[in-house]
């Protein structure tokens, strides 16, 4: 199994920055991706973006120029701990975050963060 733990989110102001991080511990050499999901009030979740284990990012158009998804160590390592930078940020960005690791065992997910944009 694998435990996921998010920290970073807030209150920012519209154009303003955050940087969410995700932590895995637990059997972290079975991940082979983590995604960052963000769902809002009366919304679907929402795919943001993701990293393989590899290193290749991908990012949902809405995000696309203004997140960032990295990672703390060397690409075909053992994800532990990825980042969501996420700048220029606006108030439609408003919205839990969570992240999720994908294992050939199955998926888990942490407990997510909420991310409020307003002024």
């Known amino acids: 199994q694998v435990q996921l733990v998010e920290s970073g989110g807030g209150l920012v102001q519209p154009g303003g920055s955050l940087r969410l991080s995700c932590t895995a511990s637990g059997n972290i050499f079975s991940i082979y991706a983590m995604d960052w999901y963000r769902q809002a009030p009366g919304n679907e979740r929402e795919l943001v973006g993701s990293?393989?284990?590899?290193?290749?990012?991908?990012?949902?158009?809405s995000v696309k120029g203004r997140f960032t998804i990295s990672r703390d160590n060397a690409k075909n390592t053992a994800l532990n701990t990825v980042y969501l930078q996420m700048n220029s940020l606006k108030p439609e960005d408003t919205a839990v975050y969570y992240c999720?690791?994908?294992?050939?065992?199955?998926?888990?997910g942490g407990q997510g963060t909420q991310v409020t944009v307003s002024s």
């Open positions: 999720t690791s994908r294992t050939y065992g199955g998926a888990y």
């Open positions: 990293i393989t284990a590899g290193g290749t990012t991908t990012y949902a158009d």
